[in-house]
C-alpha cells in the first residue's frame, strides 16, 4: 500500500488561491490514476479531480472546472492540485487517493489508499 501524505491547505480570502501537494511512499504511484477528493462538513466526501497515469487525461468536477488543475510529477511521486479563485464554498478537508485500477474513476470505491486530508478554509 502506498502511503499519502497531503500538504498545503490553509487559510484564504475568497478568490485567492492555493497549492495543494500529496507525497507517496512506500510504493510508486506512477502506474495508477491518481485523484483529489474533499469533504465539508456534514456532506458526503466527492470527488475534485482525477488523473490519468501519465496525465493525458483528467477529470474535474463541473463545481470546479476552470478553476482547478490537477497535476503530477511521477518522478518525484508527488500530485498536485492548483486551485485558484477559490470559493467559501470550496472550504472542506482535501484527500488525495491513488486508484485501484489502472481506469481513471469516480468514485470512492475506485480509489485503494488515502491520505489523512489538508483542510482548506476559503473566507467570504
Known amino acids: 500500500q502506498a502511503q499519502l501524505v497531503e500538504s498545503g491547505g490553509g487559510l484564504v480570502q475568497g478568490g485567492g488561491s492555493l497549492r495543494l501537494s500529496c507525497a507517496a511512499s512506500g510504493r510508486t504511484i506512477s502506474t495508477y490514476p491518481m485523484a483529489w477528493f474533499r469533504q465539508a462538513p456534514g456532506k458526503e466526501r466527492e470527488i475534485v479531480a482525477a488523473i490519468s497515469l501519465h496525465g493525458g487525461s483528467t477529470y474535474y468536477d463541473d463545481s470546479v472546472k476552470g478553476r482547478f488543475t490537477i497535476s503530477r510529477a511521477n518522478a518525484g511521486n508527488t500530485l498536485y492540485l492548483q486551485m485558484n479563485f477559490l470559493k467559501p464554498e470550496d472550504t472542506a478537508l482535501y484527500y488525495c487517493?491513488?486508484?485501484?485500477?489502472?481506469?481513471?474513476?469516480?468514485?470512492?470505491?475506485?480509489?485503494?489508499?488515502w491520505g489523512q486530508g489538508t483542510q482548506v478554509t476559503v473566507s467570504s
Open positions: 487517493a491513488k486508484g485501484r485500477r489502472s481506469v481513471v474513476g469516480t468514485s470512492e470505491d475506485d480509489y485503494d489508499s
